[in-house]
């Protein structure tokens, strides 16, 4: 068989037509004289996880136009390959129909090869994307490490964790992702979007906890011009602006309970209110949640509303603590080490064995990104070829901030331009001592001019 078809048109003679020219190429085709019922019946087939193949949407059709019917079911209708035809079809029309998500655009009356090479055509895209996908799995697993949009680990936790985004990528399900600070709930977020079909779309990140309480009505939902001291014009609101794309509801647990009411209606109907509007706007938005807290222990306190938690949490995901996949931190360091010898144009090779064991010992309170921010900070700071003990932070080789690890500087916290101002306190010491206190062969083994050594000995109280 060579596929699945709908064809949703309502005129009689144009589905009689597609079905008995499909049928007898070896496609299995259904039909829908609406909009409405070709959704429903799209709907439906995504339930059981057997979507359409293709979609045969025409552009004209009482009550609402095909265009208008892709924007609104986005996510229902765009599991399968659509093509749009229309009998009025201009290059505009096109470009609106595959900015949607169409795949191609054709102009009734059309011949019968036209169809078949057009479907031909999606199929090979069709098999194209997934043959990619297939590679780059395989790729990854031939080199001991799975992959899922910027992140990567080999641990058989992550593992999971990116086998069910990549499932939740395939549908419009709405997503909440738990996880501890620092664990990539945003970069999780973002590779779904970038692996669903609405990756050309925006994705539209939202801090709950970062916006006052009276701004956010306004925020998320937009408002028109004078409905409140300052509104001067209107103003989309975020859901509007991630229409057709994706929302990353980030810290969900922060949002106040008058919002969740508001939230939790736009959600079920797919609709916003501006605030001072009396019309309400559809919008086809594919919503992530995330947080940080229990939020089983916040409904039981009351702080979060029981019918939202269960909205949201259609398809949760776990992202475990990185102290809990210790595997997953060599990789991780080889990772951010090419990502910063990149962008510092530096070109340091690895981390040594002694650094390695500080790292694997060490428990991680900020994850990931705190193993992030450590490999930049010892990139920039170690003048070795492999990054040492040395330009580690403290907290993670135990010594007191300021004082030696291993006969060098060990300088606290994460702030590189505290790090560097120390770090070059302590090279000048060690070149005056070097030197015998001589400042001119001093400033040359610096490699710094005289006078440039004069202002930083000032600058650092050095004699």
Same mark, same amino acid.
């Given at each position: ?6 064809? =949703?048109?309502?005129? &009689?003679?144009? !589905?009689?037509? *597609? +079905? ?7 496609? $299995?085709?259904? #039909? ?34 095909? =265009?208008?019917?892709? &924007?609104?079911? !986005?996510?229902? *209708? +765009? ?7 229309? $009998?009025?079809? #201009? ?110 779309r925006p994705m539209v990140p939202v801090n709950c906890g970062g916006i006052p309480e009276t701004l956010m009505e306004s925020e998320l939902f937009g408002h028109k011009k004078g409905a409140f001291t300052g509104a001067v014009c209107d103003k989309k609101g975020l859901f509007e602006e991630a229409d057709g794309g994706t929302l990353f509801l980030d810290e969900i647990g922060e949002l106040p309970l ?206």
């Amino acid at each position: 068989m060579a596929g699945k078809i709908l064809i =949703i048109d309502d005129e &009689k003679n144009m !589905r009689h037509m *597609l +079905t008995a020219l499909l049928e007898k190429e070896g496609y $299995a085709v259904d #039909t829908a004289a609406s909009g409405g019922t070709g959704v429903k019946m799209a709907a439906r087939a995504l339930k059981l996880d057997a979507p359409y193949d293709f979609i045969l949407l025409d552009v004209k059709m009482p009550g609402v136009d095909g =265009i208008s019917l892709l &924007k609104d079911n !986005r996510g229902t *209708l +765009t599991r399968s390959m659509v093509i749009m035809m229309s $009998a009025y079809g #201009t290059i505009d029309t096109a470009v609106s129909a595959m900015r949607h998500g169409a795949f191609d655009f054709i102009s009734k009356p059309f011949k019968p090869d036209e169809v078949s090479l057009l479907l031909q055509r999606a199929a090979e895209h069709r098999d194209l994307k997934n043959e990619n996908l297939y590679l780059k799995d395989q790729l990854g697993r031939m080199e001991g490490r799975f992959r899922f949009s910027s992140m990567v680990a080999k641990s058989d936790a992550m593992k999971s964790v990116f086998a069910l985004a990549r499932k939740a990528a395939r549908y419009p399900t709405t997503v909440l992702i738990f996880g501890g600070s620092g664990t990539g709930k945003e970069l999780i977020a973002r590779g779904i979007h970038g692996e669903s079909d609405r990756a050309q779309r925006p994705m539209v990140p939202v801090n709950c906890g970062g916006i006052p309480e009276t701004l956010m009505e306004s925020e998320l939902f937009g408002h028109k011009k004078g409905a409140f001291t300052g509104a001067v014009c209107d103003k989309k609101g975020l859901f509007e602006e991630a229409d057709g794309g994706t929302l990353f509801l980030d810290e969900i647990g922060e949002l106040p309970l008058s919002m969740q009411v508001k939230l939790l209606r736009v959600l079920q109907e797919g609709e916003v209110r501006p605030v001072g509007d009396v019309r309400t706007r559809k919008i086809d938005v594919r919503v992530i949640a995330a947080t940080s807290r229990n939020l089983r222990e916040e409904v039981a306190k009351g702080a979060f509303r029981e019918d939202l938690y269960f909205r949201l949490n259609v398809l949760s995901i776990a992202l475990p603590p990185l102290a809990g996949r210790q595997e997953d931190i060599p990789l991780l360091c080889d990772h951010f080490l090419k990502t910063f010898n990149h962008k510092l144009g530096c070109q340091v090779s690895g981390v040594s064995p002694a650094a390695m064991k500080l790292l694997l010992a060490y428990p991680w309170p900020g994850n990931v990104r705190e193993l992030e921010n450590a490999m930049e900070r010892s990139v920039v700071l170690t003048d070795r070829e492999r990054i040492d003990p040395a330009s580690l932070p403290s907290a993670i080789t135990g010594s007191q901030p300021g004082h030696p690890v291993n006969g060098h500087f060990s300088p606290e916290g994460f702030s590189l331009k505290a790090a560097v101002r120390k770090l070059e306190g302590v090279m000048i010491r060690r070149a005056l001592e070097e030197t015998g206190g001589n400042r001119t062969q001093a400033s040359k083994l610096l490699e710094i001019s005289h006078p440039s050594l004069l202002s930083k000995m000032k600058l650092h109280h050095l004699r």
